[in-house]
Protein backbone atom coordinates (compact mmCIF):
# COMPACT_ATOMS: atom_id res chain seq x y z
CA UNK A 1 0.00 0.00 0.00
CA UNK A 2 1.27 2.97 -1.07
CA UNK A 3 0.81 6.61 0.89
CA UNK A 4 0.18 10.14 -1.11
CA UNK A 5 1.16 13.63 -0.11
CA UNK A 6 -1.98 15.66 1.62
CA UNK A 7 -2.19 19.33 3.14
CA UNK A 8 -4.00 19.64 6.19
CA UNK A 9 -4.48 23.36 7.17
CA UNK A 10 -1.24 24.35 5.64
CA UNK A 11 1.36 20.89 6.48
CA UNK A 12 2.00 18.57 4.38
CA UNK A 13 1.10 15.38 5.71
CA UNK A 14 2.20 11.60 3.98
CA UNK A 15 -0.95 9.66 4.37
CA UNK A 16 -1.69 6.01 4.06
CA UNK A 17 -5.05 4.69 4.46
CA UNK A 18 -6.09 1.52 5.37
CA UNK A 19 -9.76 1.21 5.25
CA UNK A 20 -10.08 -1.85 7.38
CA UNK A 21 -7.71 0.21 9.90
CA UNK A 22 -7.93 -0.73 13.55
CA UNK A 23 -5.70 1.90 14.90
CA UNK A 24 -4.46 5.89 13.62
CA UNK A 25 -0.69 5.72 13.84
CA UNK A 26 0.38 9.77 13.84
CA UNK A 27 4.36 9.99 13.30
CA UNK A 28 6.88 13.28 13.21
CA UNK A 29 8.87 13.25 10.34
CA UNK A 30 11.39 14.66 8.47
CA UNK A 31 11.43 16.21 4.54
CA UNK A 32 14.01 13.38 4.41
CA UNK A 33 12.44 10.39 5.85
CA UNK A 34 9.20 10.90 3.92
CA UNK A 35 10.96 8.16 0.91
CA UNK A 36 10.71 6.13 3.57
CA UNK A 37 7.03 5.51 5.23
CA UNK A 38 5.99 3.53 2.15
CA UNK A 39 8.79 0.87 3.41
CA UNK A 40 8.00 1.27 7.02
CA UNK A 41 4.42 1.12 7.01
CA UNK A 42 4.85 -2.81 5.20
CA UNK A 43 7.45 -3.32 7.52
CA UNK A 44 4.23 -2.98 10.17
CA UNK A 45 2.56 -5.45 8.04
CA UNK A 46 -1.07 -4.43 10.28
CA UNK A 47 -4.52 -2.68 9.47
CA UNK A 48 -3.22 0.59 10.56
CA UNK A 49 -3.49 4.00 8.69
CA UNK A 50 -0.84 6.27 9.38
CA UNK A 51 0.09 10.45 8.80
CA UNK A 52 3.41 10.99 8.92
CA UNK A 53 3.24 14.72 9.60
CA UNK A 54 6.08 16.23 7.68
CA UNK A 55 8.02 18.96 10.15
CA UNK A 56 9.22 22.13 8.63
CA UNK A 57 11.59 23.66 11.14
CA UNK A 58 12.69 20.11 13.36
CA UNK A 59 14.60 22.07 16.34
CA UNK A 60 11.86 24.90 16.61
CA UNK A 61 8.49 22.44 15.87
CA UNK A 62 9.53 19.56 17.91
CA UNK A 63 11.14 21.34 21.12
CA UNK A 64 9.00 21.49 24.45
CA UNK A 65 11.24 24.70 25.75
CA UNK A 66 13.74 26.80 24.62
CA UNK A 67 17.34 25.26 25.00
CA UNK A 68 20.57 26.13 23.65
CA UNK A 69 22.51 24.40 20.55
CA UNK A 70 24.06 21.03 21.29
CA UNK A 71 25.11 20.83 17.94
CA UNK A 72 25.82 23.16 15.27
CA UNK A 73 24.62 26.44 15.92
CA UNK A 74 20.80 26.48 16.23
CA UNK A 75 19.06 26.77 19.18
CA UNK A 76 16.13 24.59 20.14
CA UNK A 77 12.88 26.96 20.40
CA UNK A 78 9.22 25.81 21.72
CA UNK A 79 6.78 25.05 18.88
CA UNK A 80 6.37 21.95 20.27
CA UNK A 81 2.71 23.38 22.49
CA UNK A 82 1.79 24.84 18.93
CA UNK A 83 2.55 21.17 17.27
CA UNK A 84 0.69 19.28 19.42
CA UNK A 85 -2.36 21.82 19.15
CA UNK A 86 -2.02 21.58 15.45
CA UNK A 87 -2.54 17.60 16.13
CA UNK A 88 -5.28 17.65 18.30
CA UNK A 89 -7.68 20.59 16.86
CA UNK A 90 -6.84 20.19 13.15
CA UNK A 91 -5.46 16.71 12.08
CA UNK A 92 -7.17 14.68 14.17
CA UNK A 93 -10.47 15.70 13.25
CA UNK A 94 -9.71 15.57 9.44
CA UNK A 95 -8.15 11.88 9.98
CA UNK A 96 -11.29 11.21 11.94
CA UNK A 97 -13.83 12.67 9.25
CA UNK A 98 -12.35 10.91 6.46
CA UNK A 99 -11.99 7.42 8.12
CA UNK A 100 -15.90 7.90 9.18
CA UNK A 101 -15.07 6.90 12.76
CA UNK A 102 -12.14 7.56 15.27
CA UNK A 103 -9.71 5.09 16.43
CA UNK A 104 -6.97 4.74 19.09
CA UNK A 105 -3.91 7.08 18.24
CA UNK A 106 -0.56 6.23 18.56
CA UNK A 107 2.08 9.10 18.60
CA UNK A 108 5.33 7.92 17.01
CA UNK A 109 8.38 9.71 16.56
CA UNK A 110 12.13 9.22 16.06
CA UNK A 111 15.11 11.75 17.90
CA UNK A 112 13.70 15.22 18.50
CA UNK A 113 10.34 13.74 17.12
CA UNK A 114 10.56 10.93 19.65
CA UNK A 115 11.05 13.39 23.04
CA UNK A 116 7.74 15.76 21.30
CA UNK A 117 6.01 12.28 21.36
CA UNK A 118 6.92 11.47 24.63
CA UNK A 119 6.64 15.12 25.79
CA UNK A 120 2.83 14.85 24.14
CA UNK A 121 1.59 12.19 26.62
CA UNK A 122 2.28 14.38 29.60
CA UNK A 123 0.15 17.35 28.40
CA UNK A 124 -3.20 15.27 26.96
CA UNK A 125 -4.61 11.60 27.35
CA UNK A 126 -6.22 11.52 23.61
CA UNK A 127 -2.92 8.99 22.58
CA UNK A 128 -2.95 5.51 23.83
CA UNK A 129 0.33 4.82 23.23
CA UNK A 130 3.69 6.86 22.70
CA UNK A 131 6.47 5.12 20.68
CA UNK A 132 9.81 7.07 20.97
CA UNK A 133 12.65 5.55 19.03
CA UNK A 134 16.26 7.00 19.73
CA UNK A 135 14.32 9.82 21.33
CA UNK A 136 16.63 12.79 22.36
CA UNK A 137 16.11 12.05 25.72
CA UNK A 138 19.53 14.24 26.55
CA UNK A 139 17.11 17.23 25.86
CA UNK A 140 18.04 19.81 28.70
CA UNK A 141 15.84 19.80 32.00
CA UNK A 142 14.21 16.49 30.38
CA UNK A 143 13.90 13.92 32.99
CA UNK A 144 13.74 16.28 35.63
CA UNK A 145 10.53 17.00 34.17
CA UNK A 146 9.53 13.58 33.39
CA UNK A 147 9.95 12.60 36.93
CA UNK A 148 7.92 15.59 38.29
CA UNK A 149 4.85 15.41 36.23
CA UNK A 150 2.15 12.89 35.56
CA UNK A 151 1.93 11.03 32.13
CA UNK A 152 -1.40 10.21 30.62
CA UNK A 153 -0.75 7.30 28.32
CA UNK A 154 -0.19 3.64 29.73
CA UNK A 155 1.94 2.36 26.93
CA UNK A 156 5.35 3.35 25.98
CA UNK A 157 8.26 1.95 24.05
CA UNK A 158 11.35 3.28 24.14
CA UNK A 159 14.35 2.39 22.07
CA UNK A 160 17.99 3.28 21.53
CA UNK A 161 21.10 2.39 19.43
CA UNK A 162 23.81 0.77 21.29
CA UNK A 163 26.60 3.18 19.64
CA UNK A 164 24.45 6.29 20.29
CA UNK A 165 26.23 7.27 23.41
CA UNK A 166 29.23 6.75 21.88
CA UNK A 167 29.24 10.55 21.25
CA UNK A 168 32.21 13.21 21.66
CA UNK A 169 29.34 15.63 22.25
CA UNK A 170 29.06 15.42 26.09
CA UNK A 171 25.41 16.11 25.82
CA UNK A 172 24.82 13.66 23.29
CA UNK A 173 27.13 11.33 25.05
CA UNK A 174 24.29 10.97 28.02
CA UNK A 175 21.31 9.63 26.41
CA UNK A 176 22.07 6.46 26.75
CA UNK A 177 21.81 7.02 30.60
CA UNK A 178 19.09 9.16 30.00
CA UNK A 179 17.06 6.62 28.42
CA UNK A 180 17.60 4.28 31.16
CA UNK A 181 16.13 6.68 33.81
CA UNK A 182 13.69 7.66 31.58
CA UNK A 183 12.45 3.73 31.66
CA UNK A 184 13.43 2.98 35.30
CA UNK A 185 10.84 6.36 35.56
CA UNK A 186 7.96 4.85 33.58
CA UNK A 187 8.30 1.58 35.06
CA UNK A 188 8.07 3.27 38.76
CA UNK A 189 4.46 5.19 37.56
CA UNK A 190 3.21 1.50 36.41
CA UNK A 191 3.22 2.47 32.62
CA UNK A 192 3.61 -0.48 30.12
CA UNK A 193 6.92 0.07 28.76
CA UNK A 194 9.97 -1.31 27.16
CA UNK A 195 13.33 -0.33 26.51
CA UNK A 196 14.85 -1.92 23.24
CA UNK A 197 18.61 -1.32 22.28
CA UNK A 198 19.18 -1.81 18.27
CA UNK A 199 22.42 -2.43 16.96
CA UNK A 200 24.25 0.61 15.25
CA UNK A 201 24.11 4.49 16.14
CA UNK A 202 21.65 7.06 15.60
CA UNK A 203 20.96 6.72 11.84
CA UNK A 204 20.79 3.06 11.26
CA UNK A 205 17.73 1.61 10.42
CA UNK A 206 15.54 4.15 11.10
CA UNK A 207 12.38 3.05 9.08
CA UNK A 208 13.03 -0.50 10.72
CA UNK A 209 13.71 0.40 14.64
CA UNK A 210 10.22 2.90 14.13
CA UNK A 211 8.27 0.01 12.47
CA UNK A 212 9.35 -2.62 15.55
CA UNK A 213 8.34 0.01 17.78
CA UNK A 214 5.35 0.77 16.45
CA UNK A 215 4.10 -3.04 16.14
CA UNK A 216 4.97 -3.68 19.63
CA UNK A 217 2.29 -0.85 20.80
CA UNK A 218 0.06 -2.67 18.52
CA UNK A 219 0.62 -5.95 20.44
CA UNK A 220 0.18 -4.56 23.74
CA UNK A 221 -3.17 -2.45 22.89
CA UNK A 222 -4.37 -5.55 21.34
CA UNK A 223 -3.55 -7.50 24.85
CA UNK A 224 -5.71 -4.96 26.75
CA UNK A 225 -8.59 -5.11 24.61
CA UNK A 226 -9.22 -8.56 24.85
Not at 63 to 71: I, L, R, T
Not at 104 to 132: E, H, K, N, R
Request: hydrophobic share 40%; charged share 25%.
Amino acid sequence: MTGKLITVENRKVYYIQDNEAEFMVIQLISHEETAAMDQQYELINDHVSLAAVIVDDWNQDLSPWKAEAVFGRQDFGDGAKATLEYITDSLLPYLEKNAGRKLPVILAGYSLAGLFALWSVYQTDIFAACMSASGSMWFKEWIDYAGSNTILTKTVYLSLGDREHRSRNPVMSQVKDCTEKMYEQLKEKGVTCTLEYNPGNHFVDVDKRCARGISWCLEVLRSVAV
